[in-house]
């Protein structure tokens, strides 16, 4: 079988026998992991060695569905799969407990199959389909535990906020298969001018959407309502990064006005959801603002015209912030709480998840040799070599000096202090599914230049300063580390800390600016149908009404009049055939009797005249 059908199926088929079987669901979520991890490595190991495949199936007439596995697409592959795989292990320590590791399972399984399909999609059909499918397998993990207060209306709004700007990846597609006669997305790419522009700025409404950029950043910090392995992976490797894969997908079409549209967008989120992550009192809202952050850098590198650097720190980020959810899981458990002040002096008390902890944290940060670093320093030297580089290089730094900042925070605060914290059962395999990912968080700045390889591209270098990029980045990175550490974050950020706790909701933000006039506008809309609808139904209530009167105007009125002459018409005929008897002695006197009445009439009318 086609490896490309394995790494999709085999989550799949899993999902399918985990809801048939109803029994040993974390062995099964397991074993589609790994089966589907085994392809996904296969297919990088054939991109390796110059070797692509691709599975066609039934589509559209004259329009195939396309399955491709090319450098890039079985990179992102292997990614999703690896990450997929540890939080799988992670999860099974994690819902030990939990009555509904059935639903649980299959539903991040489905999960990971659809994102499968999303990154080897080679064509926009497939493509949409798996954004789609994403979609719905968020709602439903966001949503898992349905019955706590305000765990529906987090997913109700991640689904709602996504799904309206996935209307922007609709009319991109449209506009692109339209253009170029072809729903393969590598033909589409060759579109110039200004459909490419257009396409292109619609592509980003799609990705802001998914990947939670300003001002579309707020329902991301609200789906922490779902368990810690469904964070862990929504943030990693599957729903936050597709819109960065989107982009970087894309970028050979983007024009020189849209990359600075994304990279503007990306630095703003970069700065703003930085400040949110620095003045945050929940660790697991810290991370999903981080999140945010994270991503804006990557819509820096793509705006800069590297969208390798982007993609570095994709890989990167997947390992570093999966990494730190699973151990904010850990410290859950612990404490039944995930807000800071409550987490006080956890790392003694979990020293070994801890350290695991403030490995991804220095790596986030930028701290040489972690894998954080190089992303970070590529993403520096994209910006330094942009044409835009008074726009896009403040950006990258700041963003570099904020992960900095509210990481060190966090580091202190888990640090220093004192606090109960109860046993956790299922820790082995939470220790387990982390140090994997911790691994990679460590080591996978080495595996750069084998990725640079593999895609036949190279980061921008410049002799003259190619040392200054990661001077920058390092003096930026170190400096955000002491100031999170020595200085508290309400001098940190003075008059900005209520700002920032609030989102930066400007006018009550996103839910006044956007949600509620929507609101508004579809109750009037509702109100104006309504009342449209009153109005024809009394209009047509009216009509009845006409009509029945007509109808019985035409019944008991005209008709009436018509029947009754008709009647008295054949009454006549009748009573006028009873003389017809065939008797000749009675036709002969009524004959006579006519002739006289008529000789009588004609003496009257003589008379009266004369």
């Not at 006018?507 to 009153?534: H, M, Q, S, W």
Request: proline share 4%; hydrophobic share 55%; glycine share 10%.
């Amino acid at each position: 079988m086609n490896l490309i059908a394995i790494a999709i199926l085999a989550p799949l088929s899993m999902a399918l026998l985990t809801m048939l079987l109803r029994r040993q669901p974390a062995a099964l979520a397991l074993l589609g992991a790994a089966a589907g991890l085994l392809a996904s490595l296969g297919l990088l190991t054939d991109a390796f060695n110059g070797r692509g495949s691709e599975l066609i199936l039934p589509g559209l007439p004259d329009m195939p569905l396309r399955l491709v596995a090319t450098p890039l697409t079985a990179l992102l592959s292997t990614l999703v799969a690896v990450v997929c795989s540890l939080v799988m292990v992670y999860a099974v320590g994690y819902m030990k407990k939990d009555n509904e590791k059935v639903r649980f399972f299959a539903t991040l399984l489905l999960f990971a199959s659809a994102m499968q399909t999303l990154v080897l999609a080679g064509d926009w059909i497939l493509l949409l389909s798996a954004w789609e499918l994403i979609g719905l397998s968020s709602y439903l993990l966001i949503g898992f535990w349905y019955s706590k207060p305000g765990v529906k209306t987090a997913a109700t709004r991640a689904f709602l906020v996504t799904r309206s700007a996935d209307l922007g990846l609709y009319i991109a597609t449209f506009i692109l298969v339209t253009s170029a006669g072809s729903t393969d997305i590598a033909a589409t790419l060759d579109t110039r001018g200004g459909l490419a522009v257009a396409a292109g700025l619609l592509l980003l409404i799609a990705a802001m959407g998914k990947s939670a950029q300003t001002p579309l950043h707020d329902w991301l910090q609200r789906a922490m309502a779902g368990p810690t392995p469904v964070s862990a992976l929504l943030h990693s490797a599957t729903l936050v990064a597709a819109g960065a894969i989107l982009l970087i997908r894309t970028a050979p079409m983007l024009p020189p006005e849209t990359l600075l549209v994304i990279g503007i967008v990306g630095g703003v989120t970069t700065v703003v959801t930085g400040l949110m992550a620095l003045g945050e009192s929940d660790l697991k809202r810290m991370l999903a603002a981080s999140t945010s952050s994270q991503y804006g850098l990557m819509l820096v590198a793509v705006g800069a015209g590297v969208p390798m650097a982007a993609l570095l720190h994709l890989i990167a980020h997947a390992a570093i912030k999966s990494s730190l959810f699973l151990g904010a899981g850990v410290f859950q458990h612990s404490r039944d709480s995930t807000v800071l002040d409550k987490l006080r002096g956890i790392g003694r008390d979990r020293p070994k998840i801890f350290s695991g902890f403030v490995l991804a944290a220095l790596a986030l940060a930028g701290v040489p040799p972690l894998s954080g670093f190089f992303s970070k320093d590529a993403i520096i030297a994209a910006s330094m070599n942009s044409a835009n580089i008074w726009i896009l290089l403040p950006f990258a730094l700041a963003g570099t000096l904020l992960t900095g900042s509210y990481m060190a925070r966090a580091l202190r605060l888990l640090w220093q202090g004192n606090g109960k914290s109860r046993s956790v059962d299922g820790l082995a395999w939470m220790g387990a599914g982390l140090a994997g990912l911790v691994f990679l968080a460590i080591i996978l700045g080495a595996a750069f230049p084998a990725v640079e390889s593999l895609l036949g591209a190279r980061l921008p270098e410049n002799s003259q300063v190619q040392f200054l990029p990661v001077v920058l980045g390092l003096s930026a990175a170190l400096c955000g580390l002491a100031l999170g550490w020595f200085v508290p974050v309400h001098r940190l950020l003075g008059p900005l800390l209520p700002w920032s706790r609030q989102g930066f909701a400007i006018a009550g933000g996103f839910d006044n600016l956007i949600i509620r006039p929507v609101f508004f506008i579809a109750r009037t809309c509702e109100k104006l149908e309504r009342l449209l609808y009153e109005s024809v139904l009394a209009t047509g209530r009216a009509g009845l009404r006409l009509g029945q009167a007509v109808r019985l105007n035409d019944e008991q009125g005209i008709d009436g009049i018509i029947f009754s002459f008709v009647r008295c018409m054949v009454n006549l005929g009748g009573k006028a055939r009873t003389l017809q008897s065939g008797l000749i002695h009675k036709e002969l006197a009524i004959s006579i009797v006519a002739s006289a009445m008529i000789l009588v009439f004609m003496l009257i009318t003589l008379l009266v005249y004369q």
